[in-house]
């Protein structure tokens, strides 16, 4: 299929100039006025509204810190640790509940759990999005120099999230009781043999060992071979095909496979259950824009992170379309430029009128047309797919133009953090450590630590997605409405 990693970038290169701001303006005017003025609560305007409890059964999520209920706790892989004294979740990026878990509340489901916790409820589905996810390589974060900021960076994490998320439905293949003999594969772009090549090649040998995910080619034979590092087993392997049985994988990439096969396989199964997923796919590269801002001497512009983000999120949700996704939804990226982590290292004369960082917020404005386009064109591509576009930086916005209607108090500096300077942030003092302190009022601020929202502001971008028009692209009401009718 067509190659959308060579999209070409139309982002600006950005230059930075890395000293501390004083307060600007801009800041001490949100304050005020939202001090001395009682504060109207926020409307929701819906154009009729809409029963998503009947529209969608499952959840699959993918993303970063800012969607992941605890996998990088579980894994070990996070160096904040919860602190009881201002944590008041088990999730230390959060004083609450995440955007996805106000997204299944309204769908009727339970927050689907983190994959990590081998004790959840899966039955609604499962969230793989693992917190320190980035888009950059070991060795392309070194030579950038650009630090980890708050937490523990994971290089490669999308392709943990997609491994992860094939071992999850080799489960649901094999829960269905429907089994297929042979070298079935699910295929995914590039030469159309009859194994299908590069992608979530679902192989298990005798003593059901899972092999981790291919890298860019590879093919699944019976004995379970992978390439590019992947792993091998022995014996027979299990997998699971969609209705066609042999053939290959050429243009869009369909789901194929060979070999013997019962009448029913578990793919088949499969197949049907994620019509009635909603696959969401969180902010992804928005920290690592956070890192490069609040970077001392980065050799790498925003325009190179762009490149790499996007090739990332191309990766990711392609595949996820190749595998079976029906309907997808892919949040931007908020306005990095309105972090404490950006704002406590720019220029103060680096400030629109609302006090966000100019340059950063039109590096991310840059990158989220980029995202659009992508999106457009893989629209054109699996046509019987419904691709959404959750215009976060829109609905972040919403509330920074207008802090009043949503009882904010403070819209930039962080609840949780090191007191004092502009914006309460040093990362060198993150939210848990001994040093810092968490505000009495929470859902008064937009951002919980720097980075990450509060409870309160995830539930207004949330509703906004939900039960408002005009930030998400088609409208997800009428997406949902469309599904229930058909």
């Known amino acids: 299929m067509t190659t959308f990693n060579r999209l070409s970038l139309q982002a600006a290169v950005l230059f930075l100039v890395i000293v501390h701001p004083v307060p600007s303006a801009a800041h001490n005017k949100t304050k005020n ?3 001395s003025h009682p504060i109207p609560p926020p409307t929701v305007k819906t154009q009729g509204g ?17 969607t992941d209920p ?20 088990e999730n230390p990026f959060s004083d609450g509940k995440l955007l996805i878990d106000y997204v299944c509340e309204t769908l009727g489901i339970p927050p689907v759990p983190a994959y990590q916790n081998s004790s959840a409820d899966f039955s609604h589905g499962a969230n793989f999005a693992l917190a320190g996810t980035s888009c950059l390589t070991n060795i392309q974060r070194m030579h950038s120099r650009i630090h980890a900021l708050l937490g523990k960076v994971i290089p490669g994490a999308i392709n943990l999230q997609l491994s992860w ?40 040998g005798d003593g059901g060992g899972i092999g981790e995910i291919s890298g860019n080619s590879g093919v699944a034979s019976s004995s379970g071979t992978w390439g590019n590092g992947g792993h091998r087993g022995s014996g027979s392997s299990s997998s699971f095909s969609s209705d066609s049985q042999s053939g290959g994988v050429s243009g869009g990439g369909s789901i194929s ?7 029913r ?36 512009s925003s325009q190179w992170i762009s490149q790499q983000t996007i090739n ?39 400030r629109d009128e609302h006090g966000c960082s100019t340059s950063a917020n039109a590096a991310v404005s840059s990158h989220n047309e980029e995202i659009q386009q992508f999106l457009a064109l893989l629209q054109k591509t699996f046509v019987d797919c419904t691709i959404v576009f959750a215009d976060f930086y829109k609905a972040y916005m ?18 949780c953090g090191l007191k004092g300077g502009a914006v309460n942030f040093n990362p060198e003092h993150p939210c848990g450590a001994a040093t810092t302190t968490a505000c009495q009022k929470a859902a008064g601020h937009v951002i919980w630590d720097g980075i990450h929202l509060t409870a309160q502001m995830n539930k207004y971008v949330a509703e906004m997605f939900l039960n408002q028009t005009g930030y998400t692209q088609p409208c997800l009401m009428d997406v949902a409405r469309k599904k229930l009718s058909s």
């Open 50 to 66: 809409c029963d998503y409890a009947k529209a969608f059964r499952m959840v699959f999520a993918f993303g970063d810190s800012d």
């Open 312 to 350: 990332q999120v191309t990766k990711l949700v392609t595949t996820l379309l190749e595998t079976g996704a029906k309907y997808i939804v892919v949040q931007g990226l908020p306005p990095v430029g309105c972090l404490p982590a950006t704002l406590s290292s720019t220029p103060s004369s680096d």
């Open 398 to 415: 919403t509330v920074i133009k207008s802090p009043e209607l949503y009882h904010i108090i403070d819209a930039f500096s962080t609840c």
């Open 165 to 204: 998320f094939k071992k999850y439905l080799q489960v649901m293949a094999a829960s269905s009781g429907n089994q297929a003999q042979g070298g079935g594969s699910l295929g995914g772009s590039g030469s159309g043999n009859a194994h299908g090549t590069m992608g979530l090649d679902v192989a298990d």
């Open 265 to 300: 396989t578990g793919g088949s199964a499969v197949s049907k259950a994620l019509k009635d997923v909603l696959f969401w796919v969180g902010p992804i590269g928005g920290n690592d824009y956070a890192r490069l801002y609040s970077s001392e001497n980065p050799s790498v």
């Open 70 to 89: 605890g996998n990088a706790l579980l894994t070990g892989s996070l160096t904040i640790k919860i602190n009881p004294r201002v944590h008041k979740s």
């Open 257 to 263: 496979g060979s070999g013997s096969s019962t009448s």
């Open 33 to 35: 006025s939202t001090e």
